[in-house]
């Protein structure tokens, strides 16, 4: 268990750690190397607070911002940043820090691993640093997305600092171009797919052109869809069960109309690639797609001119959730055996709101992030940030329900997000059938959990 852990070697609890992230065959080189801290310090007389993170580029110089404002707040604390980009071994650093002695004293992640190394003991409780009383009223206060995403074992291991959650995006000069009213956006999945037929367009050959409905991935549709994949007050995992294949059955057929070669050539054409201002939506590619909320703040810095709409995922008419949605997003730990605990906590409180609410409005419009509580939501600042950009209000609307769900907070939840999107990714491709994914996805989560019992570690 997280907190009881003396009679567990360190190298025990990293190699639990390995084992849920699928990287235990490097567990020799992490137990016999340890890593330096980089120093760059701008204020040193002050308590130095290290902290990691994994963005880059425009993302690295809005934290910059951020770590200097919270330097320029006070006088006690100097919070010293490096980035270490998520493909330059996020993850494996942090591990050989806490090995060698050396861990940051805060992270921010975005990676499913806070089951994971809690349960290994390598995570520092954050709700016992606050009174019992702060901690049931933040508790209270949270959305629930920011207070699952953060919770393991009913224990708080990560605060939030930018949730992400998935809703539509939708063109109305395409829907008027085919009689569609841009003010009476679809109330089902059922009646958005035939939107989206009537918006899809072909040219001599047949080939794809314009793709009418580009739905999200299963994991952000389930719910909407029909399925679930957690019971967060039973603490039961659902995989392979009938609704979960109605739901992903309803996507497989989607695809199928359109012809999933099809579907593959038109996207692998659009090289999207990652680059904001390639995404297709901004380009007419799709008339209406799923999509995260920062892609709001993207439309404003690539193309203000565009003309578009948000509005929550429809329910399936039956069994669908409304206001359903998958979320992630980044959020701030402290490891076990960080030097300056006190000083990372200001820190956290600073940037996720816990503290001055409206002061940390600021930080959350830097990059189209949802806050942790409606006290930020609420703050002058945010509010301004909504008037300016009212189609981020949907996702605040979705942000609010109880319909919004991570991953399942299992020990082994990078394995099974992995096994989730593979399901999804063989299905979407026409290589199997939604029957044959989710029989598949369910023995890859048996074989796991077997292995782990095999090695005396929880399931």
């Known amino acids: 268990m997280a907190d009881d852990i003396g009679t567990t070697s360190l190298s025990e609890r990293i190699g639990q750690a390995l084992i849920g992230l699928g990287l235990l065959a490097v567990l020799a080189l992490v137990i016999s190397v340890a890593t330096s801290t980089p120093v760059d310090r701008r204020y040193p007389d002050r308590e130095p607070v290290y902290f990691w993170h994994m963005w880059t580029g425009e993302w690295k110089d809005e934290v910059d911002k951020i770590v200097d404002a919270f330097n320029k707040s006070q006088e006690t604390y100097e919070v010293v940043a490096l980035s270490i980009p998520a493909a330059g071994g996020a993850m494996s650093k942090f591990l050989l820090g806490v090995a060698g002695g050396d861990p940051p004293d805060v992270m921010a992640q975005w990676d499913s691993v806070i089951p994971n190394w809690a349960e290994a003991g390598l995570l520092q409780p954050l709700d016992g640093l606050m009174s019992p009383q702060k ?61 989206g037929r009537k918006l899809n367009r072909f040219d001599d050959r047949g080939n794809l052109i314009r793709m009418g409905f580009l739905p999200g991935n299963w994991i952000h549709m389930a719910l909407a869809a029909g399925g679930r994949f957690y019971d967060w007050e039973k603490d ?36 999207e690639g990652g680059y904001a201002q390639a995404w297709g939506f901004m380009s007419g590619a799709y008339s209406i797609c799923v999509d995260g909320q920062w892609r ?10 565009l003309e578009y709409r948000t509005a929550p995922i429809p329910p399936r008419a039956e069994g669908g959730r409304k206001l359903a949605s998958w979320s992630n997003g980044n959020f ?34 830097m990059g189209g992030w949802l806050p942790i509580t409606p006290a930020v939501a609420e703050a002058p600042f945010y509010q301004k940030y909504l008037r300016d950009n009212p189609q981020f209000r949907t996702f605040l609307e979705v942000l609010a329900s109880e319909n919004v769900e991570p991953t399942p907070p299992v020990p082994y939840q990078v394995m ?42 929880a399931d």
């Open 135 to 195: 901690w049931e009223e933040l508790r209270r206060e949270m959305y629930p997305a920011a207070r699952r995403i953060g919770m393991y074992k009913d224990r708080l291991y990560g605060v939030t600092i930018g949730l992400n959650i998935w809703a539509c995006y939708y063109r109305p000069d395409h829907l008027r171009e085919v009689g569609l009213d841009p003010d009476a956006f679809p109330q089902t999945l059922e009646e958005l797919s035939e939107w």
């Open 236 to 271: 039961v995992l659902y995989l392979n069960t009938p609704d979960n294949v109605r739901s992903l059955r309803w996507l497989y057929e989607e695809r199928a109309r359109l012809g999933f070669d099809n579907v593959v050539r038109f996207r692998a054409g659009l090289n």
């Open 296 to 305: 709001v703040e993207q439309i404003r810095k690539y193309r203000p001119d």
């Open 332 to 365: 701030m730990i402290i490891p076990r055996g960080a030097k300056n605990v006190p000083g990372a906590w200001e820190f956290v409180k600073f940037w996720s709101g816990i503290e001055h609410p409206e002061r940390a409005a600021e930080f959350y419009t």
């Open 416 to 457: 099974l997000l992995d096994s989730i999107n593979r399901a999804d990714d063989r299905t979407m491709r026409g290589a199997v059938t939604p029957e044959e994914a989710l029989a598949r996805l369910q023995a890859e989560v048996e074989q796991e959990i077997a292995r782990r019992r095999e090695l005396g570690y």
